[in-house]
């Protein structure tokens, strides 16, 4: 959980809920 690649797709579903 700590790679970067892998919190920049989090970042994605977060902003897909949000939406």
């Keep these: 959980e700590s ?3 892998s ?3 989090k970042r994605a579903l ?3 809920y949000c939406f």
């Design 7 to 9: 919190r920049r797709k």
């Design 3 to 5: 790679q970067q690649p």
């Design 14 to 16: 977060d902003a897909a």
